[in-house]
């Protein structure tokens, strides 16, 4: 099967890396607090993996190597690295109560609904040179903009107890306001916006 791959496709298995790498990188944090350089590379990676991303999709192009295998591969290393990680990374960085995991969950679950989504509707919504116009939805690639707050959290050291907003009780479990993002990104992404497509 790997003799199969072509350039575009190794370049989107490194961003699916760059994801792992990111979940390594928070769970080290966990393991060591006091070391917030594990969770700053978490968050550098997930840029990383979006540049990866991009090249990806001209690589493929300019050699014209576009397959079936590369769309999912692409798919499958987009929610490691802009739908899992990001999540992790949250959750490391202090979002750990009932109703941000339950949020955590749910900002998952759209991400791989709006995959799926563009998965099967991408030969429907693409024009007559086979180019998709629009994405239907926010990309899941932009959660890169809440790894990014969270590596300003981090740098500023407002982890834990001290992320912005605080936390507040709802019922009998806590919430982290700074959460709810993850919640709008979400819902955007499985909503019917119609974005047009570079």
């Known amino acids: 099967m790997i003799r199969s791959f072509h350039l575009a496709d190794w370049i989107t298995v490194a961003n699916a890396c760059c994801g792992v790498g990111a979940l390594f990188a928070a769970m080290s944090f966990l393991q060591a607090p006091a070391e917030r350089s594990h969770l700053l590379l978490a968050c550098g990676l997930v840029p990383l993996a979006l540049a990866l991303d991009f090249l990806d999709g001209k690589v493929a192009r300019w050699r014209h190597e576009a397959s079936p295998l590369g769309r999912e591969l692409d798919s499958l290393s987009d929610i490691i690295s802009f739908g899992v990680a990001p999540a992790v990374i949250a959750y490391a960085a202090g979002m750990q109560g009932v109703w941000d995991r339950v949020v955590l969950l749910y900002f998952v679950a759209c991400g791989v609904s709006r995959l799926a989504r563009y998965n099967v509707t991408a030969e429907r919504l693409s024009g007559e ?70």
């Not at 959290?153 to 993850?182: C, I, K, N, Y």
């Open 129 to 198: 040179d086979g180019k998709v116009r629009y994405f239907e939805g926010t990309p899941i690639p932009t959660s890169v903009l809440l790894v990014l707050l969270l590596a300003v959290a981090t740098w500023q050291d407002r982890l834990g107890d001290r992320l912005w907003g605080g936390s507040t009780m709802v019922g009998p479990w806590e919430l982290h306001p700074l959460v709810l993002l993850f919640a709008v990104s979400g819902s955007l992404m499985i909503s019917t916006l119609r974005i047009p497509k570079p």
